[in-house]
């Protein structure tokens, strides 16, 4: 079946313009994730959807950062008024999560943002 | 271990060897464990999982070793192949917890031909 899907693939912007990042989670998946990846690093959690509970958004950088997914689906990831430091991969994972058990998850692949 | 700087603790071997990448996670409360690899210019892939409840699962060419005691993963790749090279990740969580896993900072391994 299709995995986790990302777009786009790449996006080189000038610093002060706002970017939009799309992610396709896998089907029935409940749960959504955004990381940030600076090169030659791990992996910065950004934010958590879960089925129709609050995200979690205790990883956003700063308020330039938001996110919304809609009809527990589709996510997008917007960065307003964008910085040089927000150059980096932006990865999406979704996993199921049922009856309280987490399981891996599955990562798209990723879309690298270049700030001019 | 893992280090603080730039730069991801690198593991070099040779086409063959077997390598072991080793993991030490900070929450004595994490009991479900998760090896990803990631290849250049890929998301990370799902490799092997262990629940605290198990001290060692075998997988196709892998294997994951989990010390609690000591709170030290090891993810073993027997026969080391040139395809194998890329960086590997640990990750903990807590089942009923945040949902939200750690991740370690990564090791990347290198295999020469």
């Known amino acids: 079946g299709a995995g986790v899907s990302q777009s786009p693939s790449n996006k080189v912007t000038e610093k002060g313009k706002d970017v939009e990042l799309r992610c396709d989670p896998i089907?029935?998946?409940?749960?959504l994730y955004w990381y940030r990846q600076s090169l030659g690093q791990g992996l910065e959690f950004l934010i958590y959807?879960?089925?129709?509970?609050?995200?979690?958004k205790s990883g956003l950088p700063s308020d330039r950062f938001s996110a919304e997914r809609t009809g527990g689906s589709v996510s997008t990831l917007t960065i307003q008024r964008t910085q040089q430091e927000d150059s980096a991969v932006y990865l999406c994972?979704?996993?199921?999560?049922?009856?309280?058990?987490?399981?891996?998850?599955?990562f798209g692949p990723g879309t690298r943002l270049t700030v001019l | 271990g893992e280090s603080v700087g730039l730069h991801l603790p690198t593991l070099s071997v040779q086409e063959g060897d077997n390598s072991i990448i080793n993991c030490a996670y900070s929450?004595?409360?994490?009991?479900?464990f998760i090896w990803y690899k990631q290849e250049s210019g890929k998301g990370p892939q799902f490799i092997i999982d262990?629940?605290?409840?198990?001290d060692k699962r075998q997988g196709q060419r892998v294997t994951v070793l989990l010390n609690k005691t000591v709170k030290h993963l090891s993810l073993q790749i027997a026969a080391t192949q040139p395809g194998d090279s890329a960086v590997y990740f640990c990750?903990?969580?807590?089942?009923?917890?945040?949902?939200?896993?750690?991740f370690g900072r990564g090791t990347s391994l290198i295999v020469h031909p």
């Open positions: 994972a979704s996993s199921l999560i049922a009856g309280g058990i987490y399981n891996e998850q599955f």
């Open positions: 089907s029935g998946h409940t749960a």
């Open positions: 959807f879960q089925g129709n509970s609050a995200p979690d």
């Open positions: 929450n004595s409360a994490s009991d479900y």
């Open positions: 262990i629940r605290s409840n198990m």
């Open positions: 990750a903990e969580n807590i089942q009923g917890g945040s949902y939200i896993p750690t």
